[in-house]
């Protein structure tokens, strides 16, 4: 198998490579950014790209937004991700289309090697292969984005208001109505998310960052990240096998 390593850590990139030529695939390149990466691909057209997502120069989303590209130029080149964060405005995107060849793990939940071989040989030979994780953060993300779709525009100020720290008198006159009126609101706002991000708004956090209400980026695009907690458990050996894909990958 013909791999290219798309790693800015130069332990883990050597790491990878080593292993590859270990178990007798052929590291064709070894590359620390994105832009080096597509050129890389580019010229020895290989069978799978293993990618970070967060590379130089500013370490955000530049791996995955790399796979979105290397997708569209070259399709007969599988993609595997693997992170230890899931970005789940490009991975959406990433898996909002034909999803063969296509892989998403987190590093910290690779509990032994011969899954990663495992998953690569899968992926290159056209399976999907997802952590689960990655599919419970890209669903929940999916149904946040529909619960803000579906607040009124009223509910929309009083959720800003909330975010600000106001309380409810201090809401009401702010948009001339009734305390009695805010509550209606606010009880409309709390049960778009779970306890987390209400316990959030109430003691006058911002919200955790949703699609439609995150930071958007100069090239059009908006990210959401999420950061695995250090003690997540380790996938065993195997997990992977039989993970669906989603229901919004096409055949």
Not at 199 to 212: C, E, I, L, S
Request: aromatic share 4%; glycine share 8%; proline share 6%.
């Amino acid at each position: 198998m013909r791999v290219i390593v798309a790693e800015d850590s130069a332990l883990l990139r050597d790491g990878l490579v080593h292993l590859l030529q270990r178990r007798g695939h052929e590291a064709v390149a070894a590359v620390a950014d994105a832009h080096t990466l597509l050129a890389a691909v580019a010229e020895h057209q290989p069978d799978i790209a293993v990618i970070d997502v967060r590379m130089p120069p500013t370490h955000t989303d530049e791996g995955l937004r790399a796979a979105l590209t290397l997708r569209r130029d070259h399709p007969d080149v599988a993609v595997l991700v693997l992170s230890q964060y899931i970005e789940t405005r490009y991975a959406t995107r990433l898996l909002s289309g034909r999803c063969e060849g296509i892989g998403y793990l987190l590093k910290d939940r690779v509990a032994d090697v011969g899954d990663f071989l495992d998953a690569l040989t899968r992926v290159a030979g056209g399976a999907t292969v997802l952590d689960p994780e990655v599919i419970t953060q890209i669903l929940g993300a999916s149904r946040r984005v529909f619960a803000l779709e579906t607040l009124t525009a009223r509910e929309r100020q009083v959720l800003a208001l909330m975010a600000e720290g106001r309380s409810n008198s201090a809401i009401a006159a702010a948009l001339e109505v009734s305390p009695a009126s805010v509550e209606k609101y606010v009880t409309s706002v709390r049960g778009l998310d779970d306890a987390g991000d209400r316990a959030d708004v109430h003691r006058g956090r911002r919200p955790r960052p949703h699609r439609g209400d995150e930071h958007h980026r100069e090239d059009g695009g908006d990210r959401t990240s999420y950061q695995l907690p250090p003690h997540a458990a380790p996938l065993k050996r195997g997990r992977w096998r039989g993970t669906p894909a989603p229901a919004w990958c096409r055949p």
